[in-house]
């Protein structure tokens, strides 16, 4: 070995080459590892300490692509009262273009185009403004006309969630519905349903945000 160490000293006085007299000196000293900035066992280079290249963090959708269009916190969960807007210039921040015709000012979206008109999923259907839980998927059943219907609110027919209101317009005698902590126009409610209470509850799918099971 000590003549092998000599020659390979002799060998980097006349090639003067670094890399070669660390490959034979590694060579010959098998126990020895040469510290490097890559990985001794994998070759690998080391992880960075963030491995999250910037900007990669998901951001929240926006309703629009209208720059001031803001995130609507309804899409989350209930609304805290002093977090609910106060004017129409406001809720159409917060609302794509159809929610804020339909929920505010009283529009109705086309038959079977809306979001929820032949869902199955279970869970809890909340209004699109404030949140507020108002019907529960297992009292929607499949009516047929093209719209989200409910037997009842989640409350029942005479609880507190939602409230009715006589609606003469378009020449006819209809009895609409809105939510009543934010006023958000849900749709109308018609005697032709399923038992047990005989009521269709016909809601815009725009009006209302379904929080899955
Ligand atoms: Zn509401």
Known sequence: MTR????????????????????????????????????????????????????????PTQPSGDPSAEVNPALAGRVADEDLPKTNAEWRKRLSPEQFEVARKKGTERAFTGKYWDTTTPGTYRCICCGEPLFKSNEKFQSGCGWP?????????????????????????????????????????FNDGPPPTGLRYCINSASIVLDKK
């Open 149 to 189: 219907s409910f037997s009842s609110p989640i409350d029942g027919v005479k609880g507190e969630t939602v409230a009715e209101h006589e609606d003469v317009s378009h020449f006819m005698r209809r009895t609409e519905v809105t939510c009543r902590r934010c006023g958000a126009h849900l749709g109308h409610v």
């Open 4 to 59: 092998l160490r000599v020659a390979d000293a002799v060998r980097l006085s006349i090639v003067g080459c670094t890399a070669v007299v660390l490959a034979t000196w590694a060579s010959h000293s098998a126990p020895f590892q040469i510290a490097t900035a890559a990985d001794p066992v994998s070759g690998a280079a080391p992880m960075p300490a963030d491995p999250t290249p910037p900007g990669s963090t998901p951001s």
